[in-house]
């Protein structure tokens, strides 16, 4: 019990869809249990015409069931659908009467041609369908509705007007039941897309921010960040400071131990990086092994959290395919002063890197 309310409960909130074998072949058994209360609800009130129809619509949702359980879901199976609910309700209304209420549910028919036609993967979607739909509804509707005014019923049929009462009445809770369950299960499924579609946006979004090796933000990303902190600064004097930083000897690394090794080495000195720094500072893959933090503070500051990234570095050790490597890593550190933009920042901090690897690697060098 316990899982079908679970499995409901993410049906509702979009986190699950429903399997169409499992959706097709519920309504295919609805509709002929509803054709088997037909089947007895005529034989009581002794109308065989339409006693034996309803045996052979039942059958014919049986068949139709299994047809779905054996996944034969051609479009052919829901245009005889459509044709027998369409067929039954005005056979219903002539043999009996208008009164009945046997076309009501006929209208159903509408919501549920735009259903089947925006969900099911292998019939066209579009207007024409439904609208085709719209108008054969229209049109048997008025068709029995004016037969009916204008003749007596095929059938002279001998039960009383609140047999015939009670028959509207079950035909008007069928129609709003059909048109209720149509409305919810396209409700289900416009909230299992939508969610499905903000899950893609956010893994697109990913892709265009980050990247995907080392999961930091990608040059792209980090501009917006920068021109945000250089208008900030500009505007309201709040510092800020960039580290450049360039790992010691890596093409050697990869050279020696593999591309492998190289990548787990990137991705283990982006944990440090990510270690070391506050939640409103950024941090970004600026190219190759080059990552560029953007620290909301002062020179002092920045200078110390370099020294901490630069030690922590030095004594971390990556083991991959047997071998236990280390690596050193330089970084170049540069903080606003007026009159600066992103690109002299960058380059400030890009020239100290190159100061420290020409004077002897694995240090800290300030501007």
Not at 3 to 29: C, D, M, P, T
Not at 117 to 122: E, R
Not at 200 to 217: C, G, I, S, V, Y
Not at 266 to 289: A, F, K, M, P, Q
Request: with cysteine; aromatic share 12%; glycine share 4%.
């Amino acid at each position: 019990m316990n899982e079908i309310v679970n499995v409901v409960r993410q049906l509702f909130l979009g986190k699950r869809v429903i399997e169409e074998k499992v959706k097709y072949l519920a309504i295919s058994i609805l509709i002929c249990s509803v054709h088997l209360v037909y089947m007895i609800v005529f034989y009581m009130l002794r109308v065989k015409p339409m006693f034996m129809y309803n045996i052979g619509a039942a059958v014919f949702y049986m068949i139709i069931s299994v047809l779905i359980a054996l996944e034969k879901k051609q479009p052919i199976i829901y245009i005889l659908t459509f044709v027998e609910i369409m067929f039954h309700s005005v056979l219903a209304t002539v043999m009996v009467g208008w009164n009945c209420g046997f076309m009501l549910y006929t209208i159903s028919m509408i919501p549920l041609a735009f259903y089947v036609c925006y969900t099911i993967p292998y019939i066209k979607r579009g207007p024409k369908i439904p609208t085709i739909v719209t108008v054969v509804v229209f049109a048997s509707y008025f068709y029995a509705m004016i037969r009916t005014n204008n003749e007596s019923p095929i059938l002279d049929v001998t039960f009383t007007e609140k047999d015939a009462l009670y028959l509207y009445y079950f035909n008007t809770f069928l129609t709003f039941a059909y048109i209720w369950t149509i409305s919810t299960l396209f409700t289900l499924e416009v909230t299992y897309m939508q969610r499905t579609l903000e899950s893609e946006n956010t893994d697109l979004e990913k892709l265009a921010n980050f990247d995907p090796l080392t999961k930091l933000m990608n040059r792209r990303s980090l501009n917006n960040h920068l021109k945000e902190a250089l208008e900030n600064a500009m505007s309201t004097g709040e510092v800020f400071s960039l580290i450049m930083t360039d790992i010691d000897d890596f093409k050697a690394v990869n050279d020696t131990y593999g591309h492998e090794a190289g990548d787990e080495i990137l991705v283990n000195i982006s944990r440090i990086l990510i270690n070391n720094v506050r939640e409103t500072d950024y941090v970004c893959r600026w190219g190759g092994e080059e990552m560029l933090l953007l620290i909301k503070a002062e020179k002092d500051v920045a200078c110390h959290v370099a020294e901490r990234i630069r030690e922590d570095v030095e004594k971390t050790r990556v083991t991959v395919n047997g071998h236990n490597i280390g690596v050193t890593m330089t970084l170049g550190v540069s903080s606003y002063k007026p009159g600066d933009n992103i690109r002299s920042m960058v380059q400030k901090a890009d020239i100290c890197l190159y100061e420290g690897k020409n004077s002897g690697k694995n240090k800290v060098v300030k501007n």
